[in-house]
Nanobody, 125 residues
Framework: QVQLVESGGGLVQAGNSLRLSCAASGGTLSGFVMAWFRQAPGKEREVVGH????????YYADSVKGRFTIFRDSAKNTMYLQMNSPRPEDTGVYYC??????????????????WGQGTQVTVSS
């Protein structure tokens, strides 16, 4: 059974950096397409970005492009979200997601079978 556990959330001042982790078990990263989503209060869950099975290709939402980076450490079976220059509008619960059946990652949350429990990120101005 695939399990995803996020960590690294918290309170960060705008302009500082924060790194979220998503540790996977029940499979190796090369078997997953993976993504980060976030949900702000009163808003729908939205994609932050995703990464393909090999880790060679990433996608970012326009709102985070140039500030956030998704990368993986295969030795630790962990995906990361490096958040540089976060803004107050980046506040929300961040979720990692994975799927073993998708051939390529997608921005659709409904396509991902496995989800972490979420980690709160609050960016103060």
């Amino acid at each position: 059974q695939v399990q995803l556990v996020e960590s690294g959330g918290g309170l960060v001042q705008a302009g500082n950096s924060l790194r979220l982790s998503c540790a996977a078990s029940g499979g190796t990263l090369s078997g997953f397409v993976m993504a980060w989503f976030r949900q702000a209060p009163g808003k729908e869950r939205e994609v932050v970005g995703h990464i393909n099975r090999s880790g060679s290709s990433t996608y970012y939402a326009d709102s985070v492009k140039g500030r956030f980076t998704i990368f993986r450490d295969s030795a630790k079976n962990t995906m990361y979200l490096q958040m540089n220059s976060p803004r107050p509008e980046d506040t929300g619960v961040y979720y990692c997601a994975a799927d073993t059946a998708l051939l390529v990652p997608t921005t659709r949350a409904s396509a991902y079978k496995y989800w972490g429990q979420g980690t709160q990120v609050t960016v103060s101005s």
